[in-house]
């Protein structure tokens, strides 16, 4: 739709006709002259923004310049407005101006006929340094005219509208305005706008029918009826709206309109269904302020009602709590009231009671208040659903041992020399020989003795001795390996609702003796130390159906006893733990840590030189080697246990 009208002579753009239903709005007594022209294509119209900056050109308007009829250009500011889009602001000495803009490439050019421009402001403007679209500003006479050319760079989105005696032409950045649309399509625009105040700050997508206005000092109220018929809406204007407006708005939803038209003229509307009243914001205001003092004033005169509301899943007392900032119990029950400030959902004169022996609450107010609660507690006092969490606490070992040993001696007895493994042994020997009850002996006849260890297990061997007249030798071989491998496996599980922290432990307490005491007076005392299988949770079941787990497992094993004299054995402990957060889906299985261990040792046990030696060394030698591997994974599984509320 295209409505141009223009006052006295001034001259408006025509196009085709557009039909009779204009005809009774062209014969107000404003004098205004009607047409209706065709819909043409125009760039979209944003609302003014708050000004963040701004530069002026203020001048005179020499009366030797004038022109006879003519409308004097006074001033011209540039601005930056919101979302870096740039401002120019026309200001006239007079009614009548009709400025005419279009766009030329990466320009804007408007042009006022018959209207004077002082010397004073025929200079260009650099406004580069706003850092919006505008880069320039042109302003000379032409003819018995004004023509302001603004060049600009970029993608951008044109604006002209008219209020009073200032002609505003707007420049947004197409980023900005990316997403605006016509013709029923949505209009993401930054506009002082919201379903029931235009004075509300914050983007608004307008959806109505693009309409066309072009009007001089036309009253907001033939606005308002024209805005209806388009719309289909039913507009109620209060007395007090009166005044007019000058505007220009090329392809703009109605709904946008209607708006710019309301702020221009500091007034607020309110729909019902498809009624919407327009009138003052004052009024408004004091009517939305009147409204509400006479409901708090019948709610300080409705009667009173008790209602007994029984808590089947949750906690009364904090239920009670959650409505009213004021809860404080005794013994078996609470009440809620007195002059608190704060009355959360109840009345002024209203109370909220719980009995934790029932687990009841008692509330006391006026009706719609004790309705609200009662609603408030049956949203609130629903079942838990319950989550399942089982852990599995795998520890794997693997062993690999390997020990080579030998015995090696030689010993015997000549004349007067006598050899074995020790002194001692010598010594034996030649005390024995003045034993008549056998053949002499040695104790130790061995030289060299390093076997496989006997810790390690039963070893094989092989032993070989060389008797002689005078020496014997003895050699003995031993070897071992061994290879082990285990597994512990630990399952704790456990059953709780959701964000309430559940526990499970199993395990011993393992005494050991600690002495207390002087040096003349000790005492001993026998502590207990915890040795547990341990898994602390506390799970949330998310809105995605998903479970948050916060939790801390704990593996405590006996590995032996250090004995300590006078006081007796002290457990060694072999302590794992793991705390952490983790968010899984419902029933995964999730390997949450692991510790890997890995212990490779080599051991040779010689005599110098004679170990050194090739082949016949290794008689001198003792080879041992031992791999060990230890694995410890977590595993966690939760599973959520939905509960349905029974009726």
């Known amino acids: ?14 196009s085709q006709a557009r039909g009779h239903a204009r005809g009774v709005l062209l014969g107000l007594a404003t004098g205004l ?3 209706t022209a065709g819909v043409h294509a125009a760039q979209p119209a944003v609302q003014a923004v708050p000004l963040l900056a701004q530069t002026a050109l203020p001048a005179a308007v020499d009366p030797a310049h004038r022109l006879p009829g003519a409308v004097n250009i006074s001033n011209i500011d540039f601005r ?8 120019l602001v026309l200001t006239f000495d007079g009614e009548g101006a009709v400025p005419d803009m279009r766009t030329q490439g990466s320009s804007v050019v408007v042009d006022i006929g018959n209207s004077a421009l002082p010397p004073a402001l025929q200079r260009p403007l650099n406004v580069s340094d706003f850092a919006t679209p505008v880069q320039r500003v042109d302003a000379v006479q032409s003819g018995t005219g004004t023509r302001i050319v603004l060049t600009a760079t970029g993608d951008f989105e044109p604006l002209a509208y008219q209020t009073g005696r200032d002609f505003i032409v707007e420049m947004v950045p197409r980023a900005a305005g990316r997403e605006r649309a016509v013709g029923g399509t949505a209009v993401a625009a930054t506009a002082q706008s919201s379903a029931t105040s235009v004075m509300e700050q914050g983007p608004r997508a307008y959806s109505g029918q693009a309409v066309t206005f072009n009007f001089q000092d036309i009253p907001v109220r ?9 719309s289909g809406l039913n507009i109620v204007a209060s007395d007090s709206v009166q005044g007019n407006v000058t505007l220009r708005l090329i392809q703009v939803p109605w709904d946008q309109a209607l708006d710019i038209v309301l702020q221009a ?9 498809n009624v919407v009243w327009v009138a003052p914001q004052s009024e408004i205001a004091a009517f939305e302020q009147a409204r509400e003092d006479a409901r708090l004033a019948i709610e300080d005169r409705a009667e009173m009602v008790t209602e007994y509301i029984a808590i089947s899943y949750g906690n009364a007392e904090e239920i009670a709590r959650l409505l009213t900032e004021e809860s404080r119990g005794g013994g078996g ?5 007195g002059q608190s400030s704060n009355r959360g959902f109840l009345s002024s004169r209203g109370s909220l009671s719980f009995d934790r022996r029932t687990n009841t609450l008692l509330a006391i107010d006026i009706p719609s208040r004790v309705e609200e609660i009662k609603r408030l507690v049956q949203a609130l006092d629903k079942p838990v659903d319950q989550v399942v969490i089982e852990a599995r606490i795998v520890i794997a070992d693997e062993s690999f041992a390997r020990d080579l040993g030998a015995r090696f001696g030689v010993y015997g007895a000549r004349d007067r020399l006598v050899t074995s493994g020790s002194i001692a042994s010598n010594q034996s020997f030649l005390d024995s020989l003045a034993d008549d009850d056998g053949p002499p002996t040695f104790t130790n006849p061995l030289n060299f003795a390093r076997p496989v260890s006997s810790t390690s297990g039963s070893a094989g061997s092989l032993a070989l001795t060389i008797l002689g007249n005078y020496v014997n030798w003895d050699v003995e071989i031993s070897a071992l390996q061994l290879e082990g491998r285990g597994e512990v496996i630990s399952n704790p599980r456990i059953v709780t609702s959701n964000q309430r922290e559940a526990t499970i ?5 393992v005494g050991y003796l600690t002495v207390t005491g002087g040096q003349s007076n000790n005492i001993p005392t026998v502590q207990f130390k915890d040795v547990l299988l341990e898994l602390k949770v506390t799970p949330t079941i998310t809105a995605d159906g998903r479970v948050f787990l916060a939790m801390e497992i704990k593996k405590d094993e006996i590995s032996g006893f250090t004995d ?3 006081i007796g054995s002290i457990p060694n402990l072999n302590t794992r733990t793991i705390t952490t957060a983790v968010l899984i889906d419902d029933g995964q299985t999730v390997s949450i840590g692991g510790v890997y261990e890995f212990r490779n040792r080599n051991d040779l046990a010689k005599i110098p030189f004679l170990g050194d030696l090739p082949i016949i060394g290794n008689l001198f030698r003792n080879r041992s080697r031992s791999n060990e591997k230890a694995e410890l994974l977590v595993f966690v599984t939760p599973k959520v246990l939905r509960v349905a509320q029974r009726s």
């Open 80 to 87: 930056r407005g919101e979302g870096g889009s740039g401002k």
């Open 33 to 35: 002259l009607a047409a």
């Open 333 to 337: 029950s609470g009440a809620s009231g």
């Open 265 to 273: 003229r500091s007034l607020d509307k309110r729909r019902n269904g």
């Open 564 to 566: 300590v004299d006078g």
């Open 222 to 230: 033939t606005v308002l009826q024209m805005i209806a018929e388009e």
């Open 1 to 14: 739709m295209i409505v141009n009208k223009a006052q006295g002579p001034m001259p408006a753009r025509r």
């Open 505 to 509: 432990s199993q395990g011993q307490e």
